[in-house]
């Protein structure tokens, strides 16, 4: 019967270990700005979150120390919860998984030697992330290429073809490495059709309004212009014509209204056909 209960709560365990990710951010004194250190943490722990394939929620909470009154403690401990939300959002998190952005003000002081009191203040000086997944997880809805058909088929000026399949590391500029193939494709067809002039563009996923992601490597607010000359880049050290082709970053004015995560995408516009 023991072993029958424990194994019981082995899997239980397990299950709930699945279900969610949790991470802690910890602030200095009176301070929301977060700490390099613990910036360094947190795009750790975004690359993680990056592996799970369906969210369904994330919350934050933030928390001070029980010095400052109870009404400056929630203030500053929101504020916390704000900071960590922004480099959520910036990183092209999808803002409508964080459910939760709530400062619960002071933890009280739990004295267990008095020589502990600074180190237990600043454990309670933080923010609490909870991502929590989609579980059992759904069945991954693989989309067929498209992209080379209609590079091969015919084109009008105007024409937007989607490059799918093109996988950037999230909060990046370079390419995953299981997507060069694609982009290879591409270029030989390109290189085929001398015809063509084309524009390259770049989108990004869950900022606010129209505004750009933050490329994580230059801390730059032009992660879409980013992606798009790591193409252009790309498709000229393949030996396309860089006169053929331009690249622009159109931030996130042109939501496709889907899945969040699909606007994080790059596609090229034909802007001009050479007669043969």
Known sequence: MKSLLLGFLCFFQLSVAQQEMKHVVYFETDKYDIPETEQYRLLQFLQEIEAIQDIEKISIYGFCDDRGSDSYNLKLSQKRADAIKEVFTNNEINESLITNTDGRGEILLNIVKEDEINK???????????????FPPRPKVEK???????????????????????????????????????????????????????????HVCCTSGERDAIDRKTEIRNLSHARARYVYNYLVDKGIDPDRMKFIGLRRRYPLGGRPELDRRVEIRVTGINKK
């Open 120 to 134: 237990i203040r600043g454990l309670n000086r933080k923010v609490e992330i909870i991502v929590k997944p989609v």
């Open 144 to 202: 067929r290429n498209t992209t080379t058909d209609r590079l091969r088929g015919n084109l009008e000026v105007g024409d937007k073809i989607l490059i799918e399949n093109l996988l950037f590391q999230t909060g990046y500029s370079y390419l995953m490495e299981r997507s060069k193939p694609v982009l290879d494709d591409i270029a030989e067809i390109l290189i085929e059709r001398k015809e063509i002039r084309f524009s390259i563009e770049g």
